[in-house]
Each structure stands twice: as C-alpha cells, then as structure tokens.
C-alpha cells in the first residue's frame, strides 16, 4: 500500500534553516508528482510546494516562495523540502502528498517549530 513517511521537522530558530525529508513506497515514485503541505494550529491545511514526477517543474505557495526548495531523488523514492529563512509562521506539521488513482495519500506529518 501507499506509504509517506516524513522526517526532519525540529525546533529551530527563527532565521534558520531545515531539510525536511519524505521517503515513499507502495507506487512508482517516479510516475507521480509530489506535494508538500503543512497545517498551523487553528488554520487550513497549507500546500507550500508541488514538483513533477520527474523533477523538472516545482511551484510554491507565495508565503515561502524564494525561502523553500522542493527536490527529489527518485533513485532513493525521496522528496525534500530544504527550508530557509524560516519565520515563526512557518510553525506547522508539514506533510508530504500524493494522489494515486484519485486517491490523495498522506503520511504522519513531521513537526516544524519556529522560536524566537
């Protein structure tokens, strides 16, 4: 089955930086575009990146454009969120996203708090 497993996500600094990582199974990693999402205490769900199945075509929400990089490595089945100039908005569980046969995967989520 569908499987996402984020990791990374840490207490940081306002200002600093982190990678977040996604490691998936369970589809052929490289057929898909892959999304990164995040969710603040008492917001919506946030998509902040999307990049093609091949890696070639990323888009970003506005709020982190210029600040995050999504990339991936298929050889690995990896998707990665490098994270710069990180602001206490950027606090929020961030998830990695695919939708496989119209079916939309999440995995647990990984941690990001931003201090001052």
């Known amino acids: 089955q569908v499987q996402l497993v984020e990791s990374g996500g840490e207490l940081v600094q306002s200002g600093g930086s982190l990678t977040l990582s996604c490691v998936a199974s369970?589809?052929?990693?490289?057929?898909?575009?892959i999304a990164w999402d995040r969710r603040a205490p008492g917001k919506e769900r946030e998509l902040v990146a999307e990049?093609?199945?091949?890696?070639?075509?990323?888009s970003y929400a506005e709020s982190v454009k210029g600040r995050f990089t999504i990339s991936r490595d298929n050889a690995k089945n990896t998707v990665y969120l490098q994270m710069n100039s990180l602001k206490l908005e950027d606090t929020a569980v961030y998830y990695c996203?695919?939708?496989?046969?119209?079916?939309?995967?999440w995995g647990q989520g990984t941690q990001v708090t931003v201090s001052s």
């Open positions: 996203s695919v939708r496989v046969f119209s079916r939309l995967y």
């Open positions: 369970g589809f052929t990693f490289s057929n898909y575009e």
């Open positions: 990049i093609s199945s091949g890696g070639d075509r990323t």
